[in-house]
C-alpha cells in the first residue's frame, strides 16, 4: 500500500500536480465548470460570476499581504481604478474588452506601486492606514473627475464584444471571467516557484535577513505592489462589464474589508485559500438571504436586519477563524488531505 510522498529531486518537490490522479481530476473539475452555463438558472449564474470576480481579486490582495506581508486597505480604490478605466477606454475610444481589461490592469498596477511608495518606510498598521488614505483619494477622484468617472452619476460601461459576437448575458461573460481567473491563478501558482515569489516569501518572513541575502527589498516591495493592483485592477474591469453602470457607490471601503476576510478565512499566503474565501464570503449574503426569506413568514423583521447581521456573522466568523483556525481554511484542507494521503500510517 502506497502512504506518503516520496520525492527525489527539487524539480519533482516544485510540480504544482503531484501525480496523473490529481491533472485527471482537474481536467474533470474543468471539463464540469465550463458546463455550468448550460444548466444552471441566472441567478446562480450571477452569483458563480461575481465568486470568479472576487477570486481574481482575492488572489491580488493575497499576493501583497499573505505572500509579501504589506497590509493593504486599498482594494476598493484600485478595483475602481481598474473599473473606471475600462469603462472610460470602452465609452471614449471603443477599446475592445481584450484590450482594455489589460491596460486597466496597467494603470492600476501604475497607481499600485505609487502608493507602495510608503512600504518603503513604514509597515503594519502605519502602511494599512496609508492604503487606507490612498481609498479616499480615490473615492474624491472618483467623484469630482466627472469627465472621466461620470461623477455621482456613474459611467454606463460597454458591452463586451468579439467581433460582432456580443458578450451580453451571464452565460457568455461566465466565460470570459473563468477563463480569466483560471491564467490568474496559474499565473500566481508559478510567481511563487520563481526567484520574485521567493523574495516576496522572503521579505515577508524577515525582511532584514533577505536584504542581507541580496534581496532588492526596493524592487520587490514595489513589484508586489504592482502585480498585486494588476489583479485587483482586472477584477474592477470585469466588475464593470457584470454591473454595466458603475458609479462611487459601487466601491465603499467596505470592500476592501471583505476582501481582507477573504483571504484570512481562506487562508494568507495561499493560492487556494484565496479561492476558499472567495466563494465564502461571496456565497455567505446569498445563504443569509436565503435563512431571512424562509423564516420570514413567522418572523417578518429579520428581513429588515438581513444587513446588520451580515455585518454580525462576518465579524464572528473573521474571530473564530482567527481564534480556531489561524491558517484559513485552506490549511484545514491540507490537514484533512496530508491525514488520508499518510493513512493507515497518519498521527
Not at 481530476?25 to 470576480?53: A, E, H, K, Q, W
Not at 456565497?283 to 413568514?297: A, K
Not at 456573522?313 to 481564534?323: H, P, R, S, T
Amino acid at each position: 500500500m502506497r502512504c506518503g510522498d516520496f520525492k527525489t529531486t527539487y524539480t519533482a518537490d516544485m510540480t504544482i500536480f503531484e501525480s496523473r490522479s490529481a491533472r485527471v481530476m482537474l481536467g474533470i473539475f474543468l471539463c464540469v465548470l465550463f458546463s455550468l452555463p448550460l444548466y444552471t438558472p441566472g441567478y446562480l449564474l450571477d452569483i458563480i460570476n461575481r465568486i470568479g470576480i472576487a477570486v481574481i481579486g482575492a488572489i491580488g490582495l493575497n499576493i501583497l499581504t499573505g505572500f509579501t506581508g504589506q497590509i493593504s486597505l486599498g482594494n476598493a480604490a484600485f478595483m475602481a481604478i481598474g473599473a473606471f478605466s475600462c469603462g472610460y477606454l470602452g465609452t471614449k475610444f471603443n477599446m475592445p474588452f481584450y484590450f482594455s481589461i489589460p491596460l486597466a490592469g496597467l494603470i492600476t498596477a501604475t497607481f499600485g506601486m505609487f502608493v507602495g511608495i510608503p512600504s518603503l518606510r513604514i509597515k503594519g498598521l502605519y502602511l494599512a492606514m496609508a492604503t487606507l488614505a490612498a481609498h479616499f483619494i480615490v473615492e474624491f477622484l472618483v467623484v469630482k473627475w466627472e469627465s472621466v468617472t461620470g461623477g455621482v452619476a456613474g459611467l454606463t460601461v460597454p458591452t463586451p464584444k468579439l467581433g460582432s459576437f456580443a458578450i451580453d448575458s451571464d452565460a457568455r461573460l461566465f466565460v470570459l471571467i473563468f477563463v480569466i481567473a483560471i491564467m490568474a491563478v496559474l499565473f500566481a501558482k508559478n510567481l511563487f516557484r520563481t526567484k520574485v515569489g521567493k523574495a516576496f516569501v522572503a521579505i515577508r518572513d524577515q525582511a532584514i535577513s533577505a536584504e542581507v541575502m541580496g534581496v532588492n527589498i526596493v524592487k520587490y516591495k514595489l513589484l508586489s505592489f504592482g502585480i498585486s493592483s494588476f489583479y485587483v485592477g482586472v477584477a474592477g474591469a470585469l466588475i464593470a462589464f457584470h454591473a454595466k453602470i458603475i458609479s462611487p457607490e459601487t466601491f465603499p471601503v467596505t470592500v476592501a474589508i471583505d476582501y481582507l476576510g477573504m483571504i484570512i478565512i481562506g487562508g494568507l499566503g495561499s493560492i487556494l485559500g484565496s479561492i476558499y474565501g472567495a466563494i465564502f464570503i461571496t456565497l455567505l449574503p446569498e445563504i443569509l438571504r436565503m435563512v431571512t426569506t424562509s423564516l420570514s413568514g413567522s418572523f417578518p423583521e429579520l428581513v429588515n436586519k438581513l444587513a446588520a447581521m451580515k455585518e454580525l456573522v462576518f465579524g464572528m466568523l473573521v474571530i473564530i477563524f482567527l481564534i480556531f483556525e489561524p491558517n484559513g481554511m485552506a490549511s484545514r484542507w491540507h490537514n484533512i488531505k496530508n491525514y488520508w494521503k499518510l493513512y493507515p500510517f497518519s498521527h
